[in-house]
Every structure is written in structure tokens, then in C-alpha cells.
């Protein structure tokens, strides 16, 4: 499976991005997805999954109520919706895939990266 993200940018605290991530070369539908981030400096992190079907989502804590993970399975496509944007969302934001249909949070179980888009956000 590859994974191709896009849609990250410059963008000033307060904004909105959309990424987009395109998945090739395996069965979409039965993989559950996620997006993580890794800040310079910092370990990378879970922001949000979504568990194959879609019907079921996950995010941490500093995302909720902020940031929306959705999936298009009929075009093998998962977007995360980024809202009121902070400084600290500024990062490197990968896409992930995994051979499951359920959502975990730990990295290690992601099979297949994306290779990230960045997104900075100004004060």
C-alpha cells in the first residue's frame, strides 16, 4: 500500500487546512487509518484515527473538538479537517495505514506511512 498526503501549508493561528490522503495499491476498505504528527524535536504522536469502515473515530485529546477525520472508501481517500489552528499544531503530518479494521493509537502497528505533508501555523 502507498500512501501520499497532501493539502498541509502555512496558515495562520485560528485557520483551517484540509489534508487529503491518497492510499494505492491495496484494499482500502480494510484498513484502518490514521494521522500522526512529529513536531521538531518531538517523538512522533497520534492525532486521529478512523477504523475502517469510518463509522468509528478516535482523536487525542489536544485535537478534540478541533480537528475531524473522515474517509472516502470509493476513492480510497482519508482526510483530516484541521479547525481554529494553534501554533502548537505545527508539525509534520503523516498519514497511516494499518491491517486491521480497528483503530489503535500506538505507531509501531501501522504497517504502511504516508510521506507527510508539513503544516506551520503563525502566531
Known amino acids: 500500500v502507498q500512501l501520499q498526503a497532501s493539502g498541509g501549508g502555512l496558515v495562520q493561528a485560528g485557520g483551517s487546512l484540509r489534508l487529503s490522503c491518497l492510499a494505492s495499491?491495496?484494499?482500502?476498505?480494510?484498513?484502518?487509518m490514521a494521522w500522526f504528527r512529529q513536531a521538531p524535536g518531538k517523538d512522533r504522536e497520534f492525532v486521529a484515527g478512523t477504523s475502517a469502515s469510518g463509522h468509528s473515530v478516535h482523536y487525542a485529546d489536544y485535537v478534540k473538538d478541533r480537528f475531524a477525520i473522515s474517509r472516502d472508501n470509493a476513492k480510497n481517500t482519508v482526510y483530516l479537517q484541521m479547525n481554529s489552528l494553534k501554533p502548537e499544531d505545527t508539525a509534520v503530518y503523516y498519514c497511516a495505514g494499518r491491517n486491521g479494521i480497528a483503530i489503535v493509537t500506538r505507531d509501531w502497528e501501522y504497517a504502511y506511512w504516508g510521506s507527510g505533508t508539513q503544516v506551520t501555523v503563525s502566531s
Open positions: 495499491g491495496g484494499t482500502f476498505s480494510s484498513n484502518a
